[in-house]
């Protein structure tokens, strides 16, 4: 149910983004969220028509960019996704010493006024 609250904090940003242009409307807004959140996109969706009832972003386009885990390896510079089946380590060397270089986003990118 967390979703609900995250979604609630986009649409404040999207609101205060719009502050400068108080007779616009909202029509869409793109919002980048990565797997690392833990948030799941159809969740941000379901909520998103009940989080803005009564905001200036009722009825506009919800538009997510949901951005998968990226991870280096440092030991051979691959890039991959981590998953359970290599134990979390790399698939061409097995090293488990990697850096994060996406996922983690939780950013409003863009609103459309019209
Ligand atoms: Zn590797």
């Given at each position: 149910m967390h979703e609900m609250?995250?979604?609630i904090n986009f649409i404040n940003m999207a609101e205060d983004a719009a502050k400068k242009e108080p007779e616009a409307k909202i029509s869409a807004i793109e919002i980048?969220?990565?797997e690392m959140t833990g948030l799941l996109p159809?969740?941000?969706e379901k909520y998103?028509?009940?989080a803005s009832a009564g905001t200036r972003c009722a009825g506009a386009r919800l538009k997510i960019?949901?951005?998968p885990v990226r991870v280096r390896c440092n030991d051979c510079q691959?890039?991959?996704h981590p998953d359970r089946d290599h134990s979390y380590r790399c698939?061409?060397?097995a090293s488990n010493n990697a850096t994060l270089i996406e996922g983690r986003e939780l950013e409003l990118k863009n609103i459309s006024l019209e």
């Open positions: 609250s995250y979604m980048a969220v990565g159809e969740y941000l998103f028509p009940e960019d949901y951005i691959n890039i991959y698939p061409s060397c």
